[in-house]
């Protein structure tokens, strides 16, 4: 008789450091809300309300990752950030429908559970869903030996929001003459990675030792909720776009409605210093723009006359300006002109 035992955590999987890691989510999540703990997280599924003041509820989803932005991540061995990004990169797409967050849930696998790791990753999950003003209601962490390299993982989120059917954005709404309003983004955000890493390999710079680079590549991406919702409840957009890959033109024209065309002059966007560095570096300025969202996270299509009243609702930082118009054509969106990287 073979006396050889076979355990679960012999093969690599330790179910008494997942549970603490469940239990510490449960708690940790339920004492940023006053609560001594969620009932929700740890179950087989998750319960939420579904707003009653909302007419003619409809429910919009979404689901992202962060992509190779946790290779960064993992170089720096710094993971408090990585977890609004993921908040951010889904419902920064729901707001483009008009939807309000309402719930998230997170999947994580990683090839060994590290509960110090794994808690700095909720923690800015938790972050990202206090800024969008949702709740984290449960989620999956599956430890997966063989399957990752030692220290590698990876997360994805999901995202679920309500819009009354008509509150819906759409490109209907769009109307000749309407201004294109750029919304800062907070840096790369969490598009271009694998382009990034190529580059600083080709280049052989280690980013462990550049102060710079350290600070950008993991500023957390800006999540717009806030002050979208905030324009969508007082009537003041007709429509929007979350720039992420693909850049500005793959991700306006998605929006702009047949036989009409978005104008965009170049030459007005203001691009942060990361933007420069790598344009500096040499990468050209077709594939800076199809790429990264070049300073420009989230567009707004907008009346002229709302311009100044949108303006109050974004911080100093995040001030909305226009970049340009909606006009008659065939071409979805035309881009004018060249970005100043220098300015």
């Given at each position: 008789m073979n006396k050889k035992k076979f355990t679960y955590k012999k093969s690599g999987v330790n179910i008494k450091a997942a549970d603490k890691f469940v239990n510490f989510i449960s708690t940790f999540s339920a004492k940023k809300r006053g609560k001594k703990k969620f009932s929700n997280i740890g179950g087989f599924g998750s319960i939420t309300n579904i707003p009653g003041n909302i007419k003619q509820p409809r429910i919009v989803a979404c689901t992202d990752g962060v992509g190779t932005k946790i290779e960064i991540a993992n170089t720096l061995n710094k993971f408090d950030t990585i977890g609004i990004d993921l908040v951010a990169m889904s419902v920064n797409d729901l707001i483009v429908q008009g939807a309000k967050p309402l719930l998230f849930l997170d999947y994580i696998s990683i090839n060994k559970i590290d509960l110090k790791k794994l808690k700095a990753i909720i923690k800015g999950i938790n972050k990202g869903c206090n800024q969008s003003e949702c709740e984290l209601v449960g989620g999956e962490t599956a430890e997966m030996p063989g399957t990752y390299e030692k220290g590698k993982f990876d997360i994805a989120g999901f995202a679920v929001g309500v819009v009354g059917k008509n509150r819906i954005l759409n490109k209907n709404k769009i109307k000749k003459n309407n201004l294109i309003v750029a919304i800062p983004s907070s840096g790369l955000h969490s598009n271009g990675y694998s382009l990034v890493r190529y580059l600083l390999k080709?280049?052989?710079?280690?980013?462990?030792?550049?102060?710079?680079?350290?600070?950008?590549?993991?500023?957390?991406?800006?999540?717009?909720?806030?002050?979208?919702?905030?324009?969508?409840?007082?009537?003041?957009?007709?429509?929007?776009?979350?720039?992420t890959g693909g850049g500005l033109s793959d991700n306006i024209k998605r929006v702009i409605p047949d036989k009409l065309s978005a104008h965009i002059s170049l030459d007005k966007i203001k691009t942060p210093k990361i933007f420069n560095w790598l344009k500096k570096s040499g990468i050209s300025d077709k594939e800076m723009l199809k790429t990264f969202n070049c300073g420009v996270g989230f567009c707004l299509i907008v009346e002229s006359r709302n311009l100044k009243k949108i303006s109050k609702f974004f911080s100093k930082k995040y001030k909305p300006y226009v970049i340009g118009k909606i006009l008659n054509g065939k071409n979805k969106v035309k881009l004018n002109g060249s970005i100043n990287w220098y300015q």
């Amino acid at each position: 008789m073979n006396k050889k035992k076979f355990t679960y955590k012999k093969s690599g999987v330790n179910i008494k450091a997942a549970d603490k890691f469940v239990n510490f989510i449960s708690t940790f999540s339920a004492k940023k809300r006053g609560k001594k703990k969620f009932s929700n997280i740890g179950g087989f599924g998750s319960i939420t309300n579904i707003p009653g003041n909302i007419k003619q509820p409809r429910i919009v989803a979404c689901t992202d990752g962060v992509g190779t932005k946790i290779e960064i991540a993992n170089t720096l061995n710094k993971f408090d950030t990585i977890g609004i990004d993921l908040v951010a990169m889904s419902v920064n797409d729901l707001i483009v429908q008009g939807a309000k967050p309402l719930l998230f849930l997170d999947y994580i696998s990683i090839n060994k559970i590290d509960l110090k790791k794994l808690k700095a990753i909720i923690k800015g999950i938790n972050k990202g869903c206090n800024q969008s003003e949702c709740e984290l209601v449960g989620g999956e962490t599956a430890e997966m030996p063989g399957t990752y390299e030692k220290g590698k993982f990876d997360i994805a989120g999901f995202a679920v929001g309500v819009v009354g059917k008509n509150r819906i954005l759409n490109k209907n709404k769009i109307k000749k003459n309407n201004l294109i309003v750029a919304i800062p983004s907070s840096g790369l955000h969490s598009n271009g990675y694998s382009l990034v890493r190529y580059l600083l390999k080709q280049k052989k710079i280690n980013i462990k030792k550049n102060n710079f680079l350290k600070s950008e590549l993991l500023k957390p991406t800006k999540i717009y909720v806030k002050e979208i919702m905030n324009l969508i409840n007082n009537n003041l957009i007709n429509s929007c776009a979350n720039i992420t890959g693909g850049g500005l033109s793959d991700n306006i024209k998605r929006v702009i409605p047949d036989k009409l065309s978005a104008h965009i002059s170049l030459d007005k966007i203001k691009t942060p210093k990361i933007f420069n560095w790598l344009k500096k570096s040499g990468i050209s300025d077709k594939e800076m723009l199809k790429t990264f969202n070049c300073g420009v996270g989230f567009c707004l299509i907008v009346e002229s006359r709302n311009l100044k009243k949108i303006s109050k609702f974004f911080s100093k930082k995040y001030k909305p300006y226009v970049i340009g118009k909606i006009l008659n054509g065939k071409n979805k969106v035309k881009l004018n002109g060249s970005i100043n990287w220098y300015q």
